[in-house]
């Protein structure tokens, strides 16, 4: 049996570690992509044609060539949770296993909204910008969380989590989810509009799918308050980028934050990160040393499974799996 472990060595060492690889050469041969940057489809058919399982970094494309082109090919693991770069029809159809792993990130994105809502509220970044160009800072009133309103938009994993500490913070929680269920009684389960409208702060942690596109455009910014901060730290296409921009540029909302965008990697866009009002990162809110090492020792197990010929836990096209070895 063959692997191909498709991190590019820099992404291999950040979201993959040595502990895992190790599991992985213990099971079967494995070959590592050793180019600098993600695989191509053409690149990744050349590199997988004699391998059983393709363990996947986010950034690689399954697309529907791939899967046709490798008939050795058993299994597709992705080292994610997305999957939406994955041509899923076309595994399902060629008999191929498309895996994904489990959100081990939970705590670490939660705890990073967190500090977004401390930055945002005394300005931390902005007066350590000032100081690190030489320029006096400006002295602001800040905005302490205890007391204020959360509006948690997407009650998944994530969001549940982030109420938690949000309560033990002292903050009012609001949660606009119509898929969910909120059995917590200090919790107030609302609709979109009513949560921006009373929400000191707006996290937005909802499933990316064609539903939730433009989900916070012109309309729903122009229902928050003034001194409200609008966060995202699900993925950059639930927003419509030249609203906020708008709505931040005209100071209709206090100020922004994001961990993701539009940008290529789900990164957060330039032409927004760049204004003054906007705190953002590049995608890390799940880079943690606890995060990464869950997903990736999910798929060894995943891996370990397959070669037995069993679907694993997070297997998502089971039923079509017919290339078993």
Known sequence: MKILLTHPP???RQYYGERSLRGLQALAEVTMHTGEEPLDAEGLVAAARDVDVIVSDRMTEGRGEIFANLPMLRAFVRCAVDIRNVDLAAASAAGV????????FVPAVAE????????????????????????KPEVVMGQQLAGSRIGIIGYGSIGRHLAILAKALGME????????AVTDPNIRHVRLDDLLVHADYVVCLAIANEQTENLIGAAELARMQPHAFFINL??????????????????????AAMDVGRAPDQMPSPALAKL????????????????????????????????????PVGAVNGEDWTRRP
């Open 97 to 104: 296993l498309v895996t994904r792993a489990s959100p081990g």
């Open 112 to 135: 990073l909204a967190l500090g977004f809502m401390v930055d945002l509220s005394r300005g931390v970044s902005r007066a350590t910008a000032d100081y690190h160009a030489g320029r």
């Open 10 to 12: 820099e992404f291999r």
């Open 173 to 180: 929680v609001l949660v606009a989810d119509p898929h969910a």
């Open 234 to 255: 699900s993925r950059g296409n639930l927003v419509d980028e030249a609203a906020l921009s708008a709505a931040l540029r005209t100071h209709r909302i206090a100020g």
């Open 276 to 311: 003054r009002n906007v705190i953002a990162t590049p995608h890390i809110g799940g880079l943690t040393p606890q995060a990464i090492e869950h997903q990736a020792a999910e798929t060894v197990r995943q891996v370990a499974a397959i070669l037995k010929g069993e679907a």
